[in-house]
């Protein structure tokens, strides 16, 4: 965990201060909406459908078990009872009052919890790996980076009107799980040959109505000219990025109009004036922020544990273990992956009861904390093996069992047309029925990993474009229509999906996608090839023949 | 962003102006007696641009009582009875398509 400071604290306290005048001169009449708009966006409050949607920021993916309970209050005092956690570590309320805003931000700044970087054309939310410090393998914390980019870049007033909204993402692992390449900027830890801790750049990565995978502008930036040069690359955006044209305002398209090489040589340009300035970071800065994340005081135990062994004999204590456990950097630990996609759910949703007993759990389990993963997933990072078992029933009791992650119900769903001012056709509802289609664990197993993304428009905040399956909603003639897409996928071996024919209507999408899994069963050379790979190999045809072929 | 207001508005049936109340954005609709109400059944019925034009802009004055109006289509029924015109209206009226968690 990270504590915060007193400047910290400070400046969260005095942004509360700040939003609760705001709001009652606009509450008042003294500031119009388009006067208040970027106030309040910039505290993470949007309109949506049915009322205002609260975007609360959970850095890096990093939660204390207080903070789960301030969530938890917020949702039960000023909401409708649950969040909903997203695809950029954030919770979103759906059904919040302005008049209550102020009220709500002050008890969550009470545990240091904000909503600054949520919205606006600002830097967001840094997001990192969800098992960062804890991954075997990995070659150092990410969060430590994570936090020094927060905090130089909250408020920061060169990045708080930039061209548009700006996503940065940390990852210190070979498998990537913070989907760094479809990000403004990705981050990939690495040492160099003299062991030093730098990072490979990737820039213009994104998704929206003009996907592009990131591209590698440099392959080592030393640790202590990390902010330098994430400033120089924001600089060359912010002097170039195209502030005329909403749909071209994103760094990916001046990437791809300038070219990767000719914008690297601007932000080179740029950087030469000033990496050596006060951005350079020297080693105090980095070791304080690394003094300020606290690690659990690991106890040695065994790596299988009575407790353990005996569990295995029971059938579905073991398919959420095989499931939901990954190994922990210490043997005697494991990171424990909580679904929050049961069968017939909206994907992401957690109750306030929900949130409260698993800050309990994470109290007793998992030295108080708790992660936020982008596939709308949560983690218990530092689970003692012995108590595996008992955390299991805890959760089955809760609704927190269910042994889908990664498999095709472990679905990323945006919140779409039944909440969403932009959407044009509903998410959750498809997501639901492709739950119930695929409920047998049985048959979700013999599919294996197999992600599927849900957008209910062209911004694609389901990710639709990285869905191994990606669902597009779209209107057409007043229906809602959907685009499938296979063969996308957001980790080290990004790729865009393609599409495999014309739009199919909402009650067909399941029927579709079924399919589409029972070609991949067909054609696979073994079973654990799996559906990306086979998509890879064959490409799509074989799937559009089968899916168009009584269509 | 374009004003509602400069907006080309193209009416091609019963229409009425929308939007979500300022201080808890619930859906409100206008009335014809220059407020606003959460049902559906008091709004105010436009027919032609000049009439919607007329309504948004009145609604558009009214900044501290409700924000974002526009024009939305609806369906009229045989008995007068105001229905959404669309998916999106109708989700606005009646909420969710889907079972809230609690």
Redesign the interface.
């Known amino acids: 965990m990270y504590a915060y400071d007193e400047i910290d604290r400070t400046l969260v306290n005095e942004r509360v201060s700040e939003f609760r005048d705001q709001v009652k001169r ?4 003294e500031l ?2 388009d006067e208040f708009k970027m106030l309040r966006l910039q505290n993470g409050v949007y ?6 949607m609260f975007r609360v920021a959970i850095p890096y993916g990093t939660l204390a078990s207080n903070q789960l309970r301030a969530l938890a209050h917020v949702a039960r005092k000023y909401d ?3 969040g909903h956690f997203t695809t950029r570590q954030n919770i979103q309320f759906n059904w ?4 209550d805003l102020p009220d709500a931000l002050a008890d969550l700044a009470e545990v240091g919890i904000h909503a600054m970087q949520t919205s606006g054309n600002n830097m967001r939310n840094v997001t990192s790996d969800q098992w960062a410090g804890v991954a075997p393998g990995e070659i150092e914390d990410p969060r430590i980076w994570s936090e020094l980019i927060r905090q130089h870049t909250t408020l920061h007033p060169e990045f708080s009107f930039l061209p548009r909204k700006f996503k940065i993402a940390i990852t210190a692992s070979d498998h990537d799980r913070a989907a760094i390449k479809v990000h403004d900027i990705g981050l990939r830890l690495i040492k160099n040959e003299k062991g030093e801790t730098g990072f490979e750049v990737l820039v213009g990565g994104g998704l929206g109505r003009t996907p592009f995978i990131g591209k590698t502008i440099k392959h080592f930036v030393h640790g202590r000219d990390l902010l330098s040069y994430i400033e120089a690359i924001l600089r060359v955006y912010n002097q170039y990025g195209r502030r005329d044209n909403i749909y071209k305002a994103r760094i990916k398209i001046l990437v791809h109009e300038l070219g990767i090489e000719k914008f690297s040589r601007e932000v080179e340009d740029e950087w030469q004036h000033i990496r050596n300035s006060s951005l350079q970071i020297d080693d105090e800065v980095i070791e304080d922020i690394r003094s300020r994340f606290i690690y659990p005081a690991y106890e040695k135990l065994p790596h299988m544990p009575d407790e353990l062994r005996q569990a295995a004999a029971d059938p579905d204590f073991e398919a959420w273990r095989k499931n939901s456990v990954a190994a922990h950097k210490n043997p005697g630990y494991s990171i424990v992956t909580i679904s929050l996609k049961p069968i017939g ?2 994907p992401g ?5 929900q949130m409260d007993a698993l800050a309990d759990l994470a109290d007793k389990y998992s030295f108080g904390e708790i992660r936020v993963g982008h596939e709308q997933n949560l983690a218990l990072p530092h689970v003692a093996k012995r108590d595996l078992p008992a955390l299991w029933k805890a959760l089955d009791k809760l609704g927190l069992a269910t042994p889908n992650v990664n498999l095709i119900t472990d679905i990323i769903a945006c919140p779409g ?3 969403c001012s932009l959407a044009n056709a ?1 998410s ?2 498809i997501a ?1 029925e492709l739950t119930r289609r695929f409920a047998n664990h049985e048959l979700a197993n013999l599919i294996g990993r197999l992600h599927i993304n849900i957008s209910g428009c062209i911004n694609a905040c389901g990710h639709h474009h990285v869905g191994h399956i990606g669902i597009l909603g779209v209107e057409k003639n ?1 229906e ?1 229509v959907y685009q499938i897409t296979i063969g996308g996928r957001a980790d080290e071996g990004a790729a865009l999906g393609n599409l495999i024919g014309p739009g199919v209507k909402f009650d067909e999408v399941a029927d579709v996608v079924e399919d589409i899994v029972e070609a991949y069963l067909a054609l696979r050379e073994r079973p654990e090839e799996l559906f990306i790979d086979t998509v890879k190999r064959l490409g799509v045809e074989p799937f559009k023949e089968r899916v168009y072929a009584t269509r | 962003m374009t004003s509602p207001l400069q907006q080309k508005l193209k009416i091609t049936g019963p229409s009425v102006v929308t939007a979500n109340r300022t201080w808890d954005g619930v859906v409100v609709y206008r009335t014809a007696a220059r407020g606003w109400s959460v049902e559906l059944t008091d709004a105010a019925i436009v027919r032609n641009s000049d009439d919607a034009k007329a309504l948004l802009a009145e609604a558009v004055a009214d900044d501290v009582g409700a924000i974002g109006p526009y024009i939305a289509p609806v369906q009229v029924d045989e008995a007068g009875k105001i229905l959404p015109g669309n998916l999106r209206e109708q989700i606005r009226r009646d909420g969710v398509t889907i079972g809230l968690p609690v």
């Open positions: 606009r509450l008042s009449g119009t909406e309109l949506q459908l049915h009322a205002y409708r009872g649950y919040i009052k302005l008049s759910a909206p949703d957690a109750t306030a009861e047309l039944d909440y509903r959750i509802p639901q007043g809602e």
